[in-house]
């Protein structure tokens, strides 16, 4: 039986576990300290089609990422598990400058063949858009994109874990090599997988490594309002903010990205009340709506602001994914699904190359 330790239970850790879970011959252990997850406190957008980012080694893996989701939850619904953490209701974008709309449009239409689940494309005006987000004001025309979908990160978490059925440990761990394997906890692996984040140079740099990941604060509002908002579409305009409706009246707006404040974990309300400003003109109900709390979480980034992900630098056996930035819940699944494959010595559509962890974490001199 070979012993896998995973440290780090957000996305990509708790993909990599689900999917290492199946395999008979492998005993899962996930270890994760329990606070600041990125995941947790996300509620992702699922729609990377309308990225203009140069860099197509980070497109591809949004579109596959995009992708994953019907793999991932058809696995799911064969075990039995609710894939209630991911609704597929469409995607608004709004432009300050309108003529951008056309050039996004056929930007889309152009990837539509080789991501055909973008689904309907179409410029609306307000009354169109209306009837599938009551009260969306502020704006002459959007586009819209029927495949856009939403995803409750910490839900998502949940399920994976749940279905994995593998041991959690709620703890803050450091990693010893050994001649053998590796120890985390005082007991004995055979591999592990880094899914740390932020913090993944808290446990590499103790071992003589140099890793560029920084933390970036993230933080949003949810509220909760007197529609059953199963079937609105996410909108996001220009700027930070977006207003991500779920089920059952919980509305979230967020989020904010702050790359200068550490690790800190303290709300700003000054920061989201400003927000709030923002969003009122397109969705005046939001001034009426009942917040029900605010979520704090510190995503990874790197400089170059490219993820990466396969083996640490010199550290056989052990594998490592980070700087995934805002679109962690884009990508996090593929990437923990192929730090799975890995481990077993296989191969997914993703090649490692185009993500190499040697650019990021270097042995000091």
């Known amino acids: 039986m070979k012993k896998v330790a995973i440290v780090g239970a957000g996305i990509v850790g708790a993909t990599a576990a689900y999917y290492l879970s199946k395999e008979a011959d492998i005993e899962v252990t996930v270890f994760d300290h329990g606070y600041g997850q990125a ?5 992702g957008i699922i729609s990377p089609w309308f990225s203009k980012r140069r860099n197509k080694a980070w497109y591809k893996m949004a579109r ?4 994953f989701y019907v793999d991932l939850l058809a696995d799911l619904e064969k075990t039995g ?3 209630d953490f991911y609704q597929r209701s469409g995607v608004f974008l709004l432009k300050k400058d309108d003529s951008k709309l056309e050039e996004l449009y056929d930007l889309a239409l152009q990837r539509r063949d080789e991501s055909p689940l973008i689904g309907e494309l179409a410029i609306l005006d307000q009354a169109a858009a209306s009837s599938l987000f009551p009260g969306l004001k502020g704006f002459e025309r959007l586009l819209y994109a029927s495949g856009g979908a939403r995803v409750d990160g910490q839900l998502l978490v949940g399920r994976l874990l749940e279905a994995s059925q593998v041991k959690v440990v709620k703890k ?24 740390t984040g932020a913090w993944l140079g808290h446990i590499l740099e103790p071992l003589g490594y140099e890793v560029d990941v920084r933390p970036q604060k993230g933080q949003l509002r949810d509220y ?29 707006l967020g989020a904010t990205h702050e790359n200068d404040m550490g690790f800190d974990l303290t709300v700003d309300e000054t920061l989201l009340d400003q927000m709030v400003v923002a969003a009122s003109p397109f969705y005046p109900a939001l001034a009426e709506a009942i917040s029900s709390g605010e979520r704090v979480g510190i995503r ?10 396969g083996q640490v630098p010199n550290l056989s056996g052990v594998y490592t994914a980070s700087g995934l930035g805002s679109s962690g819940l884009t990508t996090g699944p593929i990437i923990g699904y192929h730090l799975a494959q890995m481990l077993q010595g296989r191969s997914g559509v993703l090649d490692p190359a185009d993500y190499p962890t040697e650019r990021y974490i270097k042995k000091k001199q």
């Not at 995941?39 to 509620?43: D, H, I, Q, S």
């Not at 400089?303 to 990466?308: E, L, N, R, T, V």
């Open 39 to 43: 995941t947790k406190a996300a509620a």
């Open 64 to 67: 596959l990422g995009a992708d």
């Open 81 to 83: 598990q609710k894939v």
């Open 172 to 195: 803050e761990v450091s990693l010893t090599p050994l001649l053998s394997g590796y120890q985390i906890d005082n007991q004995m692996f055979d591999q592990v997988i880094l899914s």
């Open 224 to 252: 909760q309002v007197d529609l059953d908002m199963a079937s609105y579409s996410v909108v996001m305009p220009e700027g930070e903010w977006d207003l991500i409706p779920f089920p059952g009246g919980k509305l979230s």
């Open 300 to 309: 990874a980034y790197t400089s170059d602001f490219s993820p990466f992900f």
